[in-house]
């Protein structure tokens, strides 16, 4: 079979003029419609009025010179000026009774304990008889010795008895000296019988109790000589030539109470391990108040005070720390922000030192600078002045004439 191809004839429609018609308005219109939305944007971008909105309205303030105290600071502890050992100077006696306690003021030569004295006072008394038999046998080798004198060259009495009835004058003498001696030595067992304070201050240990037996020597007390305290301070010893006998030292406890006590010495050796050198400082005497809250064996924080300095200072609230960084914000004439870093200082007060990173004629934002970023817009306001009602937004009954108003 053959084949033969169809000839497709292309047949055109015909348009209608309706159709035609819209499809030319519907041209016409979207291209006005874009037209005028370019011109629209256009004359939105050169009008004044369309700058960025403010981020935050901010107050100003400016550094300024002032003159603050130059300060070293160091750790330490506190301590006792002097802690002085009381222990028993009799041997095997007991104790009979304790008349003093921890933390008790104590005067000097107060009785502190008792001990039993029976025994001591038995001794006494042997060496009170000893001493009266050494003084009778005394008398009666002196008598001798002066009739031996009397006869001594009519050779009645030999030289030799003579000499004799001398030697027993001397040996008589010192029996009695030794006797007492003796009698001296039981007198002062007597007497440490009873354990006195060896100088004012305040009871910080009591290790001695009741009925026990003591050893000569052993210790029963401890002693703050005076209540007298000191802060010991390590100070590296690239600083201590900054330091001097004198100095005031502003020292704080961990409770936050403070006290001002004053350097009496530095120590004449650095330690080989630390690099550090103590340095003793003077506490008042804790009586009562702030002072009675420093004990010894405590922690403290001290500032020497060393003069003053000048130094360019802001407030601390135009400070802000970010990623171990100190900035701060400065306005420019378009009001538009930019962060300065800093490096900071000293701060006294509610002001903090700024080293380097801006000038004083810089215009810095007083406070919420973490709130702002580098090319933020700011409106500024006089924070000093409360803001004043614009005749847009007042009342119309509060609103002032230009008569009165100036």
Same mark, same amino acid.
């Given at each position: ?6 000839? /497709? ?10 159709t ?5 308005s ?34 100003l303030t ?23 050992? /009381?222990?028993? &100077? ?6 009979a ?5 921890v ?19 038995? %001794?006494?008394?042997?060496?009170r008889?000893?001493v ?21 060259g ?10 004799q ?38 009871i910080s ?16 007390f ?11 301070? &390590? ?40 690099r ?6 003077d ?5 009562s ?35 171990g ?18 490096q ?16 004083? &004629? %810089?215009?810095?934002?007083?406070s919420?600078?973490?709130?702002l970023s ?8 006089d ?24």
């Open positions: 079979m053959n084949l033969q191809s169809t000839p /497709i004839i292309a047949r055109k429609l015909p348009v209608k003029p309706l035609l018609g819209l499809i030319t519907g041209v016409i219109t979207l291209a006005a419609l874009g037209l005028f939305v370019s011109r629209s944007q256009a004359a939105d971008a050169t009008k004044p009025g369309a700058t960025a909105k403010p981020a935050l309205s901010v107050s400016q550094a300024r010179q002032n003159m603050l105290g130059v300060k070293l600071a160091a750790n330490g502890g506190v301590a006792a000026w002097q802690e002085a050992s /009381i222990g028993a &100077e009799a041997n095997g006696l007991r104790v009774e304790l008349h003093a306690n933390g008790d003021s104590v005067k000097r030569g107060q009785l502190l304990a008792s001990f039993a004295a029976e025994s001591v006072q038995a %001794d006494v008394a042997l060496a008889a000893a009266a038999e050494a003084q009778a046998n005394a008398l009666e080798a002196a008598a001798n010795a002066d009739r031996a004198r009397a006869v001594q009519s050779g009645a009495i030999s030289a030799q008895q003579i000499n009835y001398l030697t027993q004058e001397q040996t008589a003498k010192a029996r009695v000296a030794s006797a007492q001696a003796q009698l001296d030595a039981q007198l002062l067992r007597l007497k440490n019988t009873q354990l006195v304070a060896p100088d004012s201050g305040i240990a009591r290790m001695a109790t009741v009925g026990s037996v003591v050893g000569a020597g052993a210790e029963m401890k002693l703050i000589r005076q209540g007298r305290l000191e802060w010991r301070g &390590e100070v590296i010893s690239a600083e201590l030539d900054r330091i001097t006998p004198g100095t005031l030292v502003l020292v704080t406890a961990p409770s936050g109470a403070q006290l001002k006590g004053k350097v009496r010495m530095l120590a004449p050796t650095v330690d080989a391990v630390t550090n050198g103590m340095v003793f400082v506490l008042p005497t804790p009586v108040g702030v002072a009675a809250s420093f004990k010894p064996g405590m922690f403290a924080r001290g500032e020497f005070e060393l003069g003053s300095s000048g130094a360019l200072t802001v407030p601390q609230t135009a400070v802000v720390v970010r990623d960084f100190s900035y701060v914000s400065r306005v420019g004439a378009d009001n538009r922000v930019s962060q300065l870093r800093v900071t200082g000293r701060v006294v007060g509610d002001q903090v030192e700024i080293k380097s990173g801006i000038q004083p &004629e %810089d215009k810095l934002v007083a919420g600078g973490g709130f580098d090319g933020d817009l700011v409106k500024v306001v924070a000093t002045k409360p803001p004043v009602a614009t005749p847009s937004s007042a009342p119309a009954a509060a609103r002032p004439t230009s008569a009165t108003s100036k």
